[in-house]
T-cell receptor, first 112, second 118 residues
């Protein structure tokens, strides 16, 4: 079955710096890769996603890149702000299903 | 995106009892999922709630422990049966909704139910 690995588990950056979180997946047939942000005590919120027919997608300060050959995808946050502090989860679909398998999460702290 | 509500938002239960969690969506959705998130951990899929048929369970989860109902396209329930302290967790429902721009399916989460078993 699908396995999703996520690194790093924690990440601390200074406000204004960039943050990068990386995930690898095992199922070459996975075709959908969302990223969720979860603030303390809140539900996971979808922040950006990418499908396997696209290599990169950007939405203001966040971007996601996908390398299908290497089976990895990354979340890039530029000009980080304290309100970006949260736990971020990557996910990938199981083959031929809509089921999401989640990575282990990255706790991002942005210091003012 | 779909508006999803869950009841209860939290509960403290005694071991050996059962709790039923409700998930309500403001629009009809085909796919509904139930996840568990243990403290400080990632999300683990429990089962897919299918309308008009039995739920499909993931490895490690069984119907006797987590019976699920899906009576229509806007509602589902998850029951945590014969609870033990190891069942203490956040339980989240999730739905697959249609996004317009670009046109595609996306998955959204309910606010979760925080369960503590003593």
């Amino acid at each position: 079955g699908e396995n999703v690995e996520q690194h790093p588990s924690t990440l601390s950056v200074q406000e204004g710096d960039s943050a990068v979180i990386k995930c690898t997946y095992s199922d070459s047939a996975s075709n959908y890769f969302p990223w969720y942000k979860q603030e303390l005590g809140k539900r996971p919120q979808l922040i950006i996603d990418i499908r396997s027919n696209v290599g990169e997608k950007k939405d203001q300060r966040i971007a996601v890149t996908l390398n299908k050959t290497a089976k990895h995808f990354s979340l890039h946050i530029t000009e980080t702000q304290p309100e970006d502090s949260a736990v971020y989860f990557c996910a990938a679909t199981l083959t031929n299903t809509d089921k999401l398998i989640f990575g282990t999460g990255t706790r991002l702290q942005v210091f003012p | 995106s779909a508006v999803i509500s869950q009841k209860p938002s939290r509960d403290i239960c005694q071991r050996g009892t059962s709790l039923t969690i409700q998930c309500q969506v403001d629009s009809q959705v085909t796919m509904m999922f139930w996840y568990r998130q243990q403290p400080g951990q990632s999300l683990t899929l429990i089962a897919t709630a299918n309308q008009g048929s039995e739920a499909t369970y993931e490895s490690g989860f069984v119907i006797d422990k987590f019976p699920i109902s899906r009576p229509n396209l806007t509602f589902s329930t998850l029951t945590v049966s014969n609870m033990s302290p190891e069942d203490s967790s956040i339980y989240l429902c999730s739905v697959q909704g249609w996004a317009e721009n670009p046109p595609s399916y996306e998955q959204y989460f309910g606010p979760g139910t925080r369960l503590t078993v003593t």
